[in-house]
């Protein structure tokens, strides 16, 4: 028994040191798909100055509200990660822990409202001069938001329960 725990736990390890690298290489991948994107900008009428080019890309709102999102994930596996590392260096359920489990489910969440709220409003507010607020309730943001929302709840549960049989010993 205590050689499978220690296998799991070895595997927890592992599996964290492997999402924080994943998270490294998807942030080279956005990087590169961004400049990309502004290769034309760049190379169009012998216009050779970085400044100009980022100066242009203002005018392209989808460059910029298309990072929020993908950035957000990435802060949402990079609270995964530290959750695996944390939990296997405790072995236990404690307050840290819980608030780790809180902090993916909230990072989630923020995933949620972006992708659902802000990216359409803004793009809206740039593309159409509008004031209003836009909404894009895509099945597969929504599952995420509410995955985020049930994390954190169970994770508060845990944490008052826990509080509670702290009162009790």
Not at 132 to 160: E, S, Y
Request: proline share 2%; with cysteine; glycine share 6%.
């Amino acid at each position: 028994m205590d050689q499978m725990r220690a296998s799991v736990n070895s595997n927890l390890a592992k599996l964290s040191i492997l999402i924080k690298l994943l998270v490294g290489i998807l942030i080279l991948n956005l990087c590169f798909d961004r400049a990309t994107q502004l290769i034309p900008i760049y190379t169009v009428g012998g216009n050779f100055s970085l400044w100009n080019t980022l100066m242009m890309s203002l005018k392209l709102p989808h460059f910029w509200t298309g990072l929020l999102v993908p950035i957000i994930y990435l802060f949402a596996l990079w609270s995964a990660s530290n959750f695996l590392k944390h939990f296997e260096e405790q072995k236990r359920f404690g307050d840290e822990t819980l608030h780790l489990l809180q902090k993916i489910g909230a990072d989630l969440m923020y995933v949620a409202m972006a992708a659902i709220l802000m990216v359409p409003t803004i793009e809206a507010w740039i593309n159409q001069g509008g004031r209003g607020v836009k909404t894009d309730w895509d099945i597969q943001t929504v599952t995420i938001g509410m995955i985020g929302l049930i994390l954190k709840f169970v994770a508060q549960r845990a944490r008052n329960l826990q509080s509670q049989l702290d009162s009790f010993v």
